[in-house]
């Protein structure tokens, strides 16, 4: 969460003294914001959930990826990733990423198999996949591209936006991101069948409110409809995203700028002019250098935040892809040939670049000398650990 005020507290109010809380036949605040969402991003179709984690699986299930199938998701992305795959009925099977921090797409091309039939790169924390090459990768190999762009809110690559430059994207709205409604989540797209699928994925009972004819596509899936309140709030959020994103770019290049010549070396970007700029990051020559650099800067290790490498993913791990057998994946006939050894060496390449790699993170609201303050610290501690 970087800015939230009166102008949400407002549009709370108006909605909670209206009464008026169940998005269908209501004051339209989340149909409004999935007007405006899909203009900002320039993609056809948005429809707002209650996660990002809904928004994966309905983009998953909007593609008709389920079970028979296999997923490549990055090795360092929150588990979420890679529980939609599941939830979705599907294998996910895990590549490793590069000096880019997100995924490497030697290792995409190397991890593809007879059962693949999708990829999800993930724009972690901020920063565009090199989607030129993963688009290119899946043309190659006929695979589907679900981007995940529930930490780049805002965020673009080479002028396109995050989220609409594969075939369905996904963002989340939770506390943590770049925009946010406490918890919501959105997926997108082009396709107009795919939304069709993912909506009813979403929320299977909408026919009820929106009419019968409306949805050819019939199914039966849980509930994870947005509220009116989560479309009041991301309404004023979508006002403010721009402000914050370009906020934070101009910081993120300003201690770039100022810490160039102190032997760093900075993650390289696949689109830095565009990317959302939310932490500055350098991979250091070794594990010790990086454990000192990160405390006396006061920042994190990329590999050390306790949720975002696949070997903290313990249930995916365990193999534990559902509430019983008949609904674990793992264990379903479909998926007999789908490969799903994992183990905690897997992406050994990727441990290593997370583990020496440490994260800085920006703010919006952050003033001049704060920013000063803190390229000074870059700079004192480059001196002493390089
Ligand atoms: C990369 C990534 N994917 C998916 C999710 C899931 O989003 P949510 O928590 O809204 O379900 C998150 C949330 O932190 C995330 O960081």
Redesign the pocket.
């Known amino acids: 969460m970087y800015r939230i005020g009166q102008k949400e507290v407002d549009a709370v109010a108006k909605v909670l003294l209206s009464g008026k809380m169940f998005r269908y036949g209501q004051m339209g605040l989340c149909a409004r914001f999935e007007r405006r969402y899909a203009r900002f991003l320039d993609v056809r179709h948005v429809y707002m959930t209650a996660?990002?984690?809904q928004s994966?699986t309905a983009a998953l299930v909007g593609l008709r990826i389920g079970p028979g199938d296999e997923v490549v998701v990055p090795a360092c992305?929150?588990m979420?990733?890679a529980v939609a795959v599941l939830a979705a009925g599907a294998i996910p099977v895990v590549a490793d990423i590069d000096d880019s921090i997100t995924l490497d797409p030697n290792d995409l091309e190397a991890k593809i198999g007879p059962r693949t039939r999708a990829v999800m790169p993930?724009h972690?924390w901020g920063l565009p996949c090199n989607m030129e090459a993963i688009m290119d990768i899946a043309r190659r190999h006929d695979l589907l591209v679900i981007e995940?762009a529930?930490?780049a809110v805002g965020g673009g690559y080479e002028g396109r936006m995050l989220g609409s430059i594969g075939h369905a994207g996904a963002f989340?709205f939770?506390y943590?991101k770049n925009m946010t409604a406490g918890?919501g989540?959105a997926v997108v797209t082009n396709d107009e069948r795919v939304i069709e699928r993912a909506r009813c994925m979403v929320d299977c009972c909408s026919f009820y409110w929106n009419g019968r004819d409306e949805y050819t596509e019939h199914f039966v899936s849980s509930g994870a409809r947005a509220t009116e309140i989560a479309g009041a709030i991301l309404n004023v959020q979508l006002d403010r995203i721009r402000g914050i994103i370009n906020a934070l770019r101009r910081q993120k290049q300003r201690i770039l700028r100022e810490t160039a010549d102190t032997g760093l070396t900075p993650i390289r970007a696949n689109s830095l002019e565009w990317e959302c700029g939310s932490h500055v990051m350098f991979t250091l020559p070794s594990v010790a250098q990086a454990e000192a650099f990160a405390a006396l800067v006061g920042a994190g290790i990329a590999g050390k935040t306790g949720r975002h490498v696949y070997t903290e993913w313990a249930p995916i791990l365990d193999k534990k892809g559902g509430p019983s057998p008949a609904l674990n994946p793992f264990q379903m006939e479909e998926n007999r040939d789908c490969r799903s050894e994992y183990s905690p060496d897997m992406c050994a390449r990727s441990l290593d670049i997370l583990n020496r790699t440490v994260m800085i993170g920006t703010h919006p609201d952050r003033k001049r000398p704060q920013v000063t303050a803190m390229i000074r610290r870059i700079r004192r501690a480059a001196r002493e650990v390089l």
């Open positions: 996660s990002g984690t994966l992305t929150y979420a990733t993930v972690m995940d529930c930490q989340s939770n943590y918890e989540g």
